[in-house]
């Protein structure tokens, strides 16, 4: 994607310095677009950690990524040492307990990887193709963005609601939920984007906003819980949300705040899409709700915000006092039922269990 007319991706591996991996320092943005050099696995584990990188696809090709490090590390000094590997590839797996590709990413850098030459060229494919995997969606969703267009008066404009961040800065490149939206927009639809907030960490306010104003799409941010009155209202077309894991029956891990907007949806009758590329499918896990693990973070998270102040300067304040007990859980589960269809790379499928095995040319 485009920021100030220059391609970024989220994540790579520069030939001018060949010994590290650059990343979009997320926690920074949208105050300062600054890029973290990373050269030690263990760099990458408290990148993810900390969520300077965030979002399932960019977790994945991170790690795949911090593989490499950690391959360049194990074949320091002659022999490689195969242990070694395994086990920062069990320190990277344990980061981030939700987002499936994570897990996905280092399980194939360990079925790919003989040594730093193969893990270059593996962890290289895996960001490759989840771009390739981000583009095709976007081409699959605005056909169903079309077809919503279709249906309203002419010359009105299209309203896509979205939560948290499944843009371009979630995945490598172009995003899953945002995708269909910036290829809707560049063949010229009129398209509107009403970008949920996302309390505590503010993917929306911050990330979703920052992104969509770079691609120059009309977007307004609204506070979390505003959804269900602009569906009342008439306002949203389509709600389009990314998706952290999803299991063999459909049911949807999403950040926080998910699962209520697709019962707002249901209820006004608004279609519900969730958009992932296939790496997102937990195929070993029958059903989603009560399963999927869900990260809790830290308390701090809720307590605090941060941004600039008036004269530029960044500062924390509190904005809970003192004495409350806080929970932080970072995920829900949308159950399948509540689902319109999922739009992968492969097409739009709709959120039952043969359907979604059919899908993945599991069965
Ligand atoms: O905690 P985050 O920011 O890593 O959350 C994951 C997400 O970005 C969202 O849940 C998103 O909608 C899923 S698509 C990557």
Known sequence: MLVNGRAWRTVWQPDD??????VIDQNRLPWELAVMRLTTVAEVEVAIREMVVRGAGCIGATAAWGMWLAAREAGAGGEFRRGEFEAAGERLRATRPTAVNLGWAVDR????????????????????????????IGRHGKGL?????????????LNVLTHCNAGWLAFVDHGTALSPVYAAAAAGM?????????RPRNQGARLTAWELGQQGIAHTVVADNAGAHLMQAGLVDAVITGADRVAANGDTA?????????????????PFYVALPSSTFDAGLAAGVGVIPIEERGAEEVLWMEGPDEGGEMRRVRVVAGGSGVANPAFDVTPAGLVTAFITERG???????AIARHLGLR
């Open 145 to 157: 963005l079309e077809g919503l267009a279709a249906g309203k008066p002419e010359g009105s404009v």
């Open 190 to 198: 009129a398209v509107h984007v009403w970008v949920d907030e996302t």
């Open 17 to 22: 310095d060949p010994g590290a991996v650059h």
């Open 109 to 136: 850098m360990l079925r790919e990887t003989t040594d730093a030459v193969t893990a270059r060229e593996a962890a290289q494919r895996i960001a490759d193709e989840d771009a390739a995997a981000c583009a095709a």
């Open 254 to 270: 999403n950040k926080i705040g998910t699962l209520l907007k697709a019962l707002a949806a249901r209820h006004f009758g608004v």
């Open 348 to 354: 739009v499928c709709a959120p039952e269990t043969g």
